[in-house]
């Protein structure tokens, strides 16, 4: 059985994606596989701003993500969107502390056209309200900003979010806004970091704010996160448009930790035959320390790596006084800066591989050509076989073969048996002297006599 995904590309369909609400979207990956809807009943709707809810698809309508639905609220329905189908929403709902065995709400229906006008007309109340709710409770005098409202899809239910430092006693607020709304009243307090999460914004950095975004979870940040990165600890720097300190500002604390490890403590000094040289500042994560020769002014600034400065502390231990900080290998000038962009060119490759061809090939036609005739010629001689011979080199080898058989005939010659007196004259196998003189016990030959080989001198 062949399955077609629904953009006919062979990709991932735009299913996939949600609404695209910052960080509340959601990335259903198994949004191709066929059935994913039909493997559970429920669905994960998202209201306004960052509040979702997970109901229940009793009467298994068959919903996709971007659907609009009416669905259970107390009292009355709400109007959602759909996000989530499938297996992933039990997932999201465990990720949520959310429980199956609670009691989950129902969804009725896709909303209708009637549904749809009621939820506009509730929408365009909200902005009004919520600057007559700010009136109303500075006039009780409570100690509290009103951030935000919002209205259920029908109408009959209104939520205040608030912000504020301490516990505020907001009973006779809640009498004040029914009377004025007419509407059920209902409190939510959040922190300043949700509230600019909802306003949104651009941060120092030129960005949009990140917890605008995609952060969902806010955790503490603490002055400690700036001195572990020496951060001058300015409040007006240190802190973003709520007020509170960055959340960035813990983004890198652990790089610094451990790049601190390796760096000597700020208050020992280092002692050299010129003088005692105390901590001034450190770049931490190059590894490199400055120190001055005065302990309130910088005087005399000498910059030096970590492991140089573990090196003199551990001189100064055993008694001994370097003469300076800086090693004699880095007296040198400062390195420069290497671009590694305007080193490499884009031909680099091919050069390489021209060069590489360019030597495999002198390799075989020159080198290795050589290296075969040699062996060939050797091979030759030694089994007496070559190539055809030309003109020329035919003579050439006539005349070495004709040497080489004279050559072997010598040799046999001068293995032959000699007499007795020769044998104890000269001893064992030591080949036989030639020379114009006669032998002492020799009779004189008459003349016309033949001689024998053994008194033929050598043609050596």
């Not at 971007?66 to 709400?78: F, K, L, N, S, W």
């Not at 300015?234 to 930790?257: I, R, S």
């Not at 800086?326 to 080193?343: A, F, I």
Request: overall charge positive; glycine content about 8%.
């Amino acid at each position: 059985m062949e399955f077609k995904l629904h953009n006919g590309s062979g990709g991932l369909c735009c299913k996939s994606c949600g609404r695209q609400n910052k960080q509340l979207n959601t990335y259903d990956w198994l949004a191709d596989i066929p059935g994913n809807t039909e493997e559970s009943d429920m669905v994960e709707v998202q209201f306004k701003n960052t509040r979702k809810g997970y109901y229940r698809n009793s009467n298994k309508i068959p919903l996709e993500n971007g659907d609009i639905v009416a669905v259970e609220a107390t009292p009355g329905h709400d109007i959602g969107v759909v996000t989530l189908t499938g297996r992933l929403v039990p997932l999201q709902m465990r990720k949520a502390n959310i429980k199956p065995e609670a009691d989950i709400k129902r969804i009725y229906r896709k909303a209708k056209p009637v549904d749809m006008d009621k939820y506009n007309e509730a929408k365009g109340r909200e902005h009004s309200t919520m600057i007559r709710a700010r009136q109303i409770a500075l006039n009780l005098n409570l100690n509290m900003k009103i951030g935000d409202v919002e209205y259920q899809g029908d109408g009959n239910k209104a939520i205040f979010y608030y912000i504020a430092d301490e516990r505020v006693d907001f009973r006779q607020l809640i009498k004040v806004l029914a009377d004025a709304f007419h509407v059920r009243i209902e409190m939510k307090q959040i922190g300043a970091r949700q509230e600019a999460g909802r306003i949104g914004g651009i941060g120092p950095c030129g960005r949009e704010l990140c917890c605008a975004t995609w952060m969902t979870s806010f955790v503490s940040v603490s002055t400690s996160a700036a001195r572990y990165q020496d951060i001058s600890l300015n409040p007006q720097k240190l802190a973003g448009q709520c007020a509170k300190l960055k959340c960035c500002l813990n983004y890198e604390v652990d790089c610094y930790v451990e790049a601190q490890k390796r760096l000597p403590s700020r208050e020992i000094g280092l002692e050299t035959k010129d003088g005692t040289f105390f901590f001034f500042k450190a770049d931490i994560l190059s590894n490199q320390i400055t120190y001055s020769s005065d302990k309130n002014i910088p005087a005399n600034l000498v910059t030096i790596s970590g492991k140089r400065a573990f090196e003199i502390i551990g001189l100064n231990r055993r008694g001994i006084k370097p003469d300076n900080l800086m090693e004699e290998t880095h007296r040198s000038e400062p390195k420069k800066p290497v671009d590694l962009l305007e080193q490499e060119s884009l031909t680099r490759f091919d050069r390489g591989r021209k060069s590489r061809n360019n030597g495999e090939s002198n390799g075989e036609n020159g080198n290795g050509n050589r290296n075969r005739k040699r062996k060939k010629s050797n091979n030759n001689r030694i089994q007496g076989n070559g190539p055809t011979p030309q003109p020329q080199d035919q003579k050439q080898g006539e005349q070495a073969t004709q040497e080489e058989a004279k050559r072997s005939q010598q040799s046999r010659q001068g293995e032959q048996p000699r007499p007795k007196d020769q044998q104890k004259q000269g001893g064992g196998d030591r080949p036989q002297r030639t020379s114009n003189r006669k032998p002492r016990n020799s009779k004189p030959r008459p003349q016309g006599e033949k001689s024998s080989n053994n008194d033929k001198p050598s043609q050596e």
